[in-house]
């Protein structure tokens, strides 16, 4: 089966915590202890469509805390949309898997999440990565990638037109 995918070409948001905000194109921290959809060791760059949404995702359970906004500029082609009732149905992907307690499930249960499933599955097919719908803030959805700069077909770039980001860590001491 051919996989449904698009090519995502639009500005996305995100929140840096500000100690790692020298890297806002690297997704290691994702790959240290896993997300929603990368499991421990796969990198991961999480970005969501409008500013409210990244916030959101930004604070989790831990509430309100310091963070740095970021537009980004994406032309990625290869992505499968999960927010798609159709797509998931034709790739038999369950909607509780998609919003499955993922880190109960992974740090408290000691289990894989179906959400890691889904990402591997998908990852070995050659997709760059999803669209997911934000389990953080109702219609919210967020862009995924596992594949980035690393191509023709796949360009993210950080927009700082005034160099406000820092330049390293000790860019805040």
């Known amino acids: ?7 995502v070409e639009r500005r996305f948001w995100r929140m840096l915590a500000p100690k790692w905000s020298h ?3 690297d997704g290691t921290g994702a790959a240290t202890h896993g997300g929603r959809y990368n499991p421990p060791g796969m990198p991961a760059l999480y970005m969501s469509e409008d500013a409210a949404t990244a916030i959101a995702e930004y604070e989790q359970e831990l509430g309100i805390r310091p963070g740095m906004l970021c537009v980004y ?3 990625v082609a290869g992505i499968v949309d999960l927010c798609d009732a159709v797509a998931c149905k034709r790739l038999r ?3 509780a898997a998609l919003r499955c307690a993922w880190k109960e499930i992974a740090f408290i249960r000691g289990r894989r999440p179906p959400s890691w499933d889904i990402a591997d599955r998908l990852f070995r097919r050659g997709t760059s990565g999803i669209y997911a719908p934000s389990t953080r803030r109702a219609g919210g959805r967020n862009l ?3 594949r ?3 191509g023709p077909t796949r ?4 927009l700082d037109p005034l160099g406000d980001l820092p330049k390293n860590q000790r860019s805040w001491q």
């Open 1 to 7: 089966m051919t996989l449904p995918t698009l090519r």
């Open 144 to 146: 995924v990638l596992w």
């Open 73 to 75: 500029e994406v032309d």
């Open 155 to 158: 360009s993210v770039k950080a």
């Open 93 to 95: 992907i369950e909607s």
């Open 23 to 25: 890297r806002p194109l």
């Open 148 to 150: 980035w700069n690393d």
